[in-house]
Every structure is written in C-alpha cells, then in structure tokens.
C-alpha cells in the first residue's frame, strides 16, 4: 500500500482554498497506488487549521514548532519528510502556488524523489502517468516519475474543490528535528486589498499596456471591479513598467487564474499572459486592435477605444 500526503497551504491560520483542490488530485492518486490519503499542517499555532484539514482528509500530522511559524523552504522541506516517513506515502502533493513551488523541490531533493510541477491531470485511466502544460501551455507533456517516491505540484485551476468527507479523521502531532537552518525568516511585506484574492476570485478584471499611463490602470480598471466586486490584475508589461505591484500580475510568470468571467482591457494577449487566464470560464476582451491575439481566444470581444467604452460600462453597471 503506498500513501498519499497532501500538504496544507496555511495563512493567517487559516487554510488556503488552493489545498482543497490539492486534495482532489490526491484522492485520485490514492485510487491508483491502493493506499489512503493523508495530509500535513505545518506552522505554529495552526491547530484549528488541522482539525478543519481532517475534514477533508482521514489522517492529518501536525507539525507546530516556532522554527516552523514562517515558511521558510529550507525548514518546511524537513517537516515534509519527516510526515512522508510516518505516513508511509510514496506520493506528496501540494498546490503549485508561490509557496508550493518554493518549497516542494526542497523537498523532492531531501526524499531523492522525482518531481513534476504544475501538473493538470492524469494521462490515462490506469497507472501514473501524469500530464503538464509545458512552452507557455502550448504543448502538454505526458510525464512518467520513475522513482519510488514522487512528489507532485498540483495546478489549482485544473482541479474542483475536495468535498468534506463524511467524518471528520483525525489528528496526530509530528515531532519534527530540524537540523540547523541556514535561512533566516526577516519578513514579509503583504498588500491587503478588499478586493478578493486574485487566485479565488469569481471574476478578474485585467488592464494592459493600452491603459498608456499607470494612473489611468485606478480610472480604468478599479471602478469597474469595483461593480463587478471583482478582483484586480495585470499583464506583465505594466507590472514590468511599475504601473501595479507584482502581486497583481497573471501568465505564466505571475499568478494562474480561472474565474467565470475574465474581462482583459487593453491587453494584447501575449502567450506568457494567456498562459495564466487561459482556463477562464468566460473571456471578454476589450481591445482597439482587432488583430490582437486576445480575440483569438475570447468568448466576447469588443474592438473599441477601452477609454471610452470602459467608463460607459461601468456606468451602466
């Protein structure tokens, strides 16, 4: 029997939606190595995180140490090791978020294990093989991890939300020894918003290099999400230009979206951008250039000067 061990994105205290869909990935790899799946809560003071983990999954380790309070890769690796020996997993799996992909190649090296990120499904009704998108979702590869243990970064567009499961499981402290840490945790500068969380949210709203200044990005795009109650993002080229913070860009380099609607103003539609909206359930596009990629793949598309149309919308909203 080889398990399956989920590991728990956690913020605030609280557990990140993207681990649900991390889940949803593990019961189907449980299904075909004939084992159970389990999951791992790391950090300090995270108890109430765990006990809601395991009503998702039948067995939860919690890891609590002040070492682990922040997630540092080199210290969380070791916790995720440790909890893969006592649960017997040949299979660990976690969200392909920033912090999934900053810790999990830590880890697949300390487990000598192969790793595929960024996966999207299985490639077939039996056995393991798995597929990820690779040259900016233009090709996607059938992968085959040979190696007894196998660690796995979960693309959390691709999969729906674990449902809870009938009886909350159960769980058990993990004692973990770190050995000694050569990164040392300073801080983190977080941008609050009111706005949803651009991976959660029901509808995006992106604003592109033909919003032609930064200052027209907060007349443009904001009071329109605003309406929609939306989130807000961005196409590299403005993030590049200092126009939005960072946080806010989506593509291959940014964040990885899939709302039900996604409304791009005045983006062009380059594929490090499609890459990461690509799985949008609706698309709208608002572009003066009826040549732009973007129309290529939108469902709605509006060839118009955004400075125009855009206000107009808002104000019909």
Same mark, same amino acid.
């Given at each position: 029997m080889s398990n399956v061990l989920v590991v728990a994105e956690i913020s605030h205290k609280a557990l990140k939606n993207a681990t649900f869909t991390a889940v949803t990935f593990a019961r189907e790899a449980a299904q075909r190595t004939g084992g159970q799946v389990h999951g791992l809560a790391i950090g300090q003071g995270v108890a109430d995180a765990a006990r809601e983990f395991a009503t998702y999954v039948p067995t939860v380790h919690l890891a609590e140490s002040d070492?682990?309070?922040?997630?540092?890769?080199?210290?969380?690796?070791? =916790?995720?090791?440790?909890?893969?020996?006592? !649960?017997?997993?040949?299979?660990?799996? &976690?969200? =392909?978020?920033?912090?999934? %992909? #900053?810790? &999990?190649?830590?880890?697949?090296?300390?487990?000598?294990?192969? &790793?595929?990120?960024?996966?999207?499904?299985?490639?077939?009704?039996?056995?393991?093989?798995?597929?990820?998108?690779?040259?900016? $979702?233009?090709?996607? =590869?059938?992968? #085959?991890?040979?190696? !007894? *243990?196998?660690?796995? +970064?979960?693309?959390? *567009?691709?999969?729906?939300?674990?449902?809870?499961?009938?009886?909350?499981?159960?769980?058990?402290?993990?004692?973990? *020894?770190?050995?000694?840490? %050569?990164?040392?945790?300073?801080?983190?500068?977080?941008?609050?918003? +009111?706005?949803?969380?651009?991976? #959660?949210?029901?509808?995006?709203?992106? $604003?592109?290099?033909?919003?032609?200044?930064? !200052?027209?990005?907060?007349?443009?795009?904001?009071?329109?999400?605003? %309406?929609?109650?939306?989130?807000?993002?961005?196409?590299?080229?403005i993030v590049d230009a200092g126009w939005v913070p960072n946080d806010m860009q989506v593509g291959q380099t940014g964040k990885v979206v899939a709302p039900d609607l996604y409304i791009a103003v005045g983006i062009s539609g380059a594929i490090q951008h499609v890459a990461g909206m690509k799985g949008s359930k609706t698309i709208v596009a608002i572009n003066k250039d009826a040549e732009a990629p973007i129309f290529q793949i939108a469902d709605y598309g509006l060839v118009a000067d955004l400075f125009k149309v855009v206000p107009e919308l808002t104000s019909k909203l």
């Open positions: 070492q682990l309070a922040q997630p540092t890769a080199e210290a969380y690796a070791q =916790a995720i090791v440790a909890a893969a020996k006592a !649960a017997n997993a040949s299979v660990v799996v &976690m969200a =392909a978020t920033f912090q999934g %992909k #900053d810790i &999990m190649p830590r880890a697949a090296a300390l487990l000598g294990a192969g &790793m595929a990120s960024d996966v999207s499904g299985f490639a077939g009704p039996d056995g393991f093989l798995i597929r990820r998108a690779i040259q900016a $979702g233009n090709v996607i =590869a059938t992968v #085959d991890i040979k190696t !007894a *243990t196998k660690v796995v +970064t979960t693309r959390p *567009t691709e999969f729906a939300p674990a449902a809870k499961l009938a009886a909350a499981g159960n769980v058990a402290p993990l004692a973990v *020894t770190l050995t000694e840490l %050569k990164t040392r945790y300073v801080s983190f500068e977080e941008v609050k918003s +009111t706005r949803p969380e651009l991976t #959660d949210a029901r509808v995006v709203v992106s $604003g592109g290099r033909g919003l032609k200044e930064g !200052a027209n990005y907060a007349k443009i795009i904001e009071p329109l999400a605003d %309406k929609l109650g939306a989130a807000v993002g961005a196409s590299r080229a």
